[in-house]
């Protein structure tokens, strides 16, 4: 297994796994920019506009910064706490009837474990960004 972590595709492919649900996200709201505007509409978030471009910029580029490798920590961190917000925005499973309830408190139990994730990430890349030169000088 040794061998196979070592290599910088597996790095790549790790990455862009965990991102997946950001990049996604992001993608979609790009794609169909009105009904990322009908979701910030529905949870409250007005002006719509300006909290899809944000969510947009914040899902993007935090996805980019990881899956490049560049700044890793910072994409982590931005999207750790970008999760953290959605949970009393948009899975407010304490003031739902069953059995959305259950299902939303299963929602935040997920967010709680890729927040977990994600600080793994800031920790371990912000480490290696005091010591290694940027992805491009780095060959990655």
Same mark, same amino acid.
Request: avoid cysteine.
């Given at each position: 297994?040794?061998?196979? @972590?070592?290599?910088?595709?597996?790095?790549? +492919?790790?990455?862009? #796994?965990?991102?997946?649900?950001?990049?996604?996200?992001?993608? =979609?709201?790009?794609?169909?920019? !009105?009904?990322?505007?009908a979701e910030m509409t529905h949870f409250g978030l007005e002006p719509?506009? @300006? @909290?899809?471009? =944000?969510?947009?910029?914040?899902?993007?580029?935090? !996805?980019?910064?990881? +899956?490049?490798?560049?700044?890793a920590w910072a994409g982590a961190l931005a999207l750790a706490v970008f999760t953290a917000a959605t949970i009393p925005i =948009?899975?407010?499973?304490?003031?739902?009837?069953? *059995?959305?309830?259950?299902?939303?408190?299963? #929602?935040?139990?997920?967010?709680? !474990?890729?927040?977990? =994730?994600?600080?793994?990430?800031?920790?371990?890349? !912000?480490?290696?960004?005091?010591?290694? *030169?940027? *992805?491009?000088?780095?060959?990655?």
């Amino acid at each position: 297994m040794e061998r196979i @972590f070592a290599k910088n595709w597996f790095g790549v +492919i790790a990455r862009v #796994v965990l991102t997946f649900m950001f990049w996604a996200s992001g993608l =979609a709201k790009s794609i169909d920019f !009105s009904a990322g505007m009908a979701e910030m509409t529905h949870f409250g978030l007005e002006p719509a506009a @300006f @909290f899809n471009v =944000a969510t947009i910029v914040v899902q993007l580029g935090g !996805s980019a910064l990881i +899956i490049l490798n560049f700044h890793a920590w910072a994409g982590a961190l931005a999207l750790a706490v970008f999760t953290a917000a959605t949970i009393p925005i =948009a899975h407010t499973f304490w003031t739902m009837e069953e *059995p959305i309830r259950t299902i939303e408190f299963y #929602v935040v139990v997920e967010h709680i !474990s890729i927040i977990g =994730a994600l600080l793994v990430v800031a920790w371990a890349t !912000s480490r290696k960004d005091r010591s290694t *030169p940027a *992805p491009a000088q780095a060959g990655i």
